[in-house]
């Protein structure tokens, strides 16, 4: 239903294909951070990792419906325990919400942490998203714990779900 394309981080044109996509997440990006991306912050999310992790860890890339953009995932195999995946972000153009491609992608991306070994999967969501936590709960997600995230427009939720 969906085509899946990898993202190579440091190229250009990738990074261009990503910001359209965000730009078309418009009202994620100023309900979630505050504000519209840049092609810098685009950039720079292509190889941003969390601590200890190498990019060969993580995968981060684009899904694709009759040759259109639709959406993008990221995940970092390991994070932060060896047995957990990571899901740093799953994210579709505001036009291609509730098409159910969401669900469909959550199963893409279940079957790529198991193919690692992981047995959970982490993500967190901030708590201004409500429309995201849905989804999330939905999806078999729990809540963990809360925490203060600056660089955002309110906490992050830390969730989890067995694989």
Known sequence: M???RLFRPGSMEDTATLLGLFEQAREYFLLVEGKLP???Y???DLSALPPGKQLQEKCYGSYW???ALVGCMEIVRGYPEPDIAYLGLLLFGQTQQGRGYGVVAM???SALARSWGCTKLRL???DKNARGLRFWQRQGFVELYRKPKSEFTGDAIVMQRAL
């Open 65 to 67: 419906k009759d040759g």
């Open 38 to 40: 840049t092609f810098e």
């Open 2 to 4: 969906l085509d899946f």
């Open 107 to 109: 199963s893409h991306v």
């Open 42 to 44: 685009a950039l720079d």
């Open 124 to 126: 967190a969501v901030i």
